[in-house]
């Protein structure tokens, strides 16, 4: 069945240093969601990527979606300690399920 | 818009029982979303239900079951329960299938 694969697992990074989480899929995806997830919260959407090669920014974050539908991409330019939770990537296939990776855990050192 | 809400928040159980979640959906949306999330696990997919249908199902035993009602909420029955099932419930609701809202979660400890 379709698998999601995320890593690095988890990250620590130095406040204003990068950051990039890689999204990998067992097969063709429709489409690929990101969310964050806070600690002690839940996830709440960032972006949704459909188009093969697609590339979107959302101020220090940018969203890659690969050729062949079966990768994508987080990067967080210059963190903040705002960013600190847990990054995860879902994709959809012809199914219509969403399978979510693993989850990509950021800690920023202030 | 209230968003999505799910009763109990907190729950402890001991092995052998079964035990029911309820979600409510934000209003208008018709799909609804069950997840375990585990540490290390992520978010392992349940199942999704779509006007009271049952539309997708993750590879969790039958032990798991759940069912959609006309007013769009849902809910989630674990019958005898394991050590293992302690997790926290997180369901989601979309419309058209789009970003899933998630709800606060049920965390379910089983003793």
């Known amino acids: 069945g379709q698998q999601v694969m995320q890593i690095p697992q988890y990250q620590h990074v130095q406040e204003g240093e990068d950051f990039t989480t890689y999204c990998n899929s067992s097969?063709?995806?429709?489409?690929i969601q990101w969310y964050k997830q806070r600690p002690g919260g839940h996830p709440v959407f960032l972006i949704q990527?459909?188009?093969?090669?697609e590339v979107k920014k959302q101020k220090r974050l940018t969203f890659q979606f690969g050729e062949a539908k079966k990768n994508s991409s987080l990067h967080i330019t210059a963190t903040q300690t705002t960013d600190v939770g847990t990054y995860f990537c879902?994709?959809?296939?012809?199914?219509?399920?969403?399978?979510f990776g693993q989850g990509t855990t950021l800690q920023v050192k202030p | 818009k209230a968003g999505v809400t799910q009763t109990p928040r907190y729950l402890i159980k001991t092995r052998g029982q079964q035990v029911t979640l309820s979600c409510s959906p934000i209003?208008?949306?018709?799909?609804v979303s069950w997840y375990q999330q585990t540490p290390g696990q992520g978010l392992q997919f349940l199942f999704e239900?779509?006007?009271?249908?049952?539309?997708n199902k993750g590879n969790f035993p039958g032990r798991f079951s759940g069912r959609q009602f006309s007013n769009s909420r849902s809910e989630m029955n674990v019958s005898t329960l394991e050590l293992g099932d302690s997790a926290l419930y997180l369901c989601?609701?979309?419309?058209?299938?789009?970003?899933?809202?998630f709800g606060p979660g049920t965390r379910l400890t089983v003793l």
């Open positions: 239900y779509f006007s009271e249908t049952q539309r």
């Open positions: 989601a609701s979309s419309s058209q299938g789009y970003e899933q809202f």
């Open positions: 879902g994709g959809s296939g012809n199914t219509g399920k969403l399978i």
């Open positions: 097969t063709t995806l429709s489409n």
């Open positions: 209003s208008g949306h018709r799909s």
């Open positions: 990527l459909v188009k093969s090669g």
